[in-house]
């Protein structure tokens, strides 16, 4: 049986496809989202992990919109925040944070134990529980590809919030055991020579950089 958790608070500044379906942000997350959905029926991409070059750059607001879009329509999502050090959808989603990724992956917990569901139907989340000293470990341990291949056959989409790529080392290796990596850029804040970088580093952990988000 999976944790219900009611939140009439969740943080509606964030996640404007909840609060705010008709604004044009929201639009914008659903064309987004059609373009996975393409992408997805030539590449049957189901587990997508989303990063960005370094921090600051909106990737884990872009992360929570896109599942609450995809979850609009009717697709059965989860989405994992696998920031070990610095996460952040549990406070976006007003849940707790005792009971998460690590304890699954350090099997203090079951898997059923950690997953919530939200307020948004079709959209369940695992948090990233308590910090770790060795996350980069931990995310490539066996027990995380146990843990995402099981996923794989329970949702149609699992979208997986990532730390950014130059500032940390375990999105590299984690990047290679997902179906495809969306990377999010800030526009005046991203640098180019950065993105180039990033994009490098993803193409030597033998990551499928299916596309970018401009935000």
Do not use: W
């Not at 609009?72 to 925040?81: A, F, M, S, Y």
């Not at 375990?170 to 800030?186: F, P, S, Y």
């Amino acid at each position: 049986m999976l944790n219900k958790i009611h939140n009439p608070n969740t943080n509606k500044l964030h996640l404007l496809t909840y609060s705010n379906p008709d604004s044009a942000i929201s639009d914008q997350f659903r064309a987004i989202r059609s373009n996975i959905q393409f992408l997805r029926e030539k590449k049957k991409n189901s587990i997508l992990l989303i990063t960005s070059p370094e921090d600051g750059e909106g990737k884990s607001t872009a992360t929570a919109n896109l599942a609450v879009s995809m979850a609009r329509q009717n697709e059965k999502v989860l989405l994992i925040d696998a920031n070990l050090r610095n996460p952040i959808l549990h406070t976006t989603f007003r849940m707790p944070n005792s009971n998460g990724l690590s304890n699954i992956l350090k099997g203090l917990s079951k898997l059923e134990e950690t997953i919530y569901r939200t307020d948004v139907p079709h959209l369940d989340i695992i948090t990233a529980g308590p910090k770790v000293f060795n996350p980069a470990e931990v995310l490539e341990s066996n027990a995380m590809k146990k843990l995402l291949s099981k996923l794989d056959s329970q949702y149609d989409m699992v979208l997986i919030d990532s730390p950014s790529v130059l500032q940390t080392t375990e999105t590299r290796v984690i990047a290679n055991q997902c179906e495809g990596v969306v990377l999010v850029l800030k526009r005046g804040k991203t640098e180019t020579e950065k993105a180039v970088k990033t994009k490098r580093l993803l193409d030597l952990a033998n990551a499928n950089l299916i596309g970018a988000i401009l935000n």
